[in-house]
């Protein structure tokens, strides 16, 4: 089975810190991406990666920067945690652009 | 471009209930469909998918078909459990090469009463 594992379930940061969140796939899979969910709103792309050190902007990449050095690993990065930054984040990977995507579990990410 | 367009809720059942939770779509080319099922405080898990017109997909008592003419992907059960309680996501796959992965509605919470 593919595992996508995302390092945090929930975290707690304060407004202006620089907040990492990271996704490890265990499939050797070439795409990875980061969702954030809200009510109301579903699941808005936030940035995805197609190959090492590739990146690509989603729908809302403003606030947001990310990185990945190993093919198995995608980092979010918060530059400067606001409030409106508080949200479920999910981070997803797939084999190929016609495949499914398999998802972690989430990170419930509150600024305060 | 893209979208997706499905039934927001809540949809409130009884156990034994049939189930649809209707899902249509706007593409260009030829687009791979899904439904995804996300359990409170869980990731989202891949329920079912159809990749072509008038296939069909099915799994844990859910089905849904490919219906090109209707642009439609309507999930459907026979039977609900309590169990069955999540919120339920349509999506679609590009096959046009679109390098920007799954495009989502905005999920369907279904509850299940005993």
């Known amino acids: 089975d593919v595992k996508v594992t995302q390092s945090s379930r929930y975290l707690v940061k304060r407004t202006g810190e620089k907040v990492f969140l990271e996704c490890v796939q265990d499939m050797d899979h070439e795409n990875m991406f980061w969702y954030r969910q809200d009510p109301g709103l579903g699941l808005r792309l936030i940035y995805f990666?197609?190959?090492?050190?590739?990146?690509e902007k989603g729908d809302i990449p403003e606030g947001y920067s990310v990185s990945r050095e190993k093919k198995e690993r995608f980092s979010l990065i918060l530059e400067s945690a606001s409030t409106n930054q508080t949200s479920m984040y999910l981070c997803?990977?797939?084999?190929?652009?016609?495949?499914?995507?398999?998802f972690g579990q989430g990170t419930r990410l509150t600024v305060v | 471009g893209n979208s997706v367009t499905q039934m927001e809720g809540p949809v409130t059942l009884s156990e034994e209930a049939f189930l649809t939770i209707n899902c249509t779509y706007t593409?260009?080319?030829?687009?791979?469909l899904f439904w995804y099922v996300q359990y409170p405080g869980e990731g989202l898990q891949l329920l079912l998918k159809?990749?072509?017109?008038?296939d069909k997909g099915s799994n844990k008592g859910f089905e849904a078909t490919y219906r090109k003419e209707t642009t439609s992907f309507h999930l459907e059960k026979g039977s609900v459990q309590v169990s069955d309680s999540a919120v339920y996501f349509c999506a679609l796959l590009n096959s046009g090469g679109g390098a920007d992965g799954l495009t989502f509605g905005k999920g369907t919470h279904l509850i299940i009463q005993p």
């Open positions: 997803a990977s797939s084999e190929g652009w016609h495949t499914e995507a398999f």
């Open positions: 159809a990749t072509k017109a008038d």
């Open positions: 990666s197609y190959d090492v050190k590739m990146k």
């Open positions: 593409a260009t080319g030829y687009p791979s």
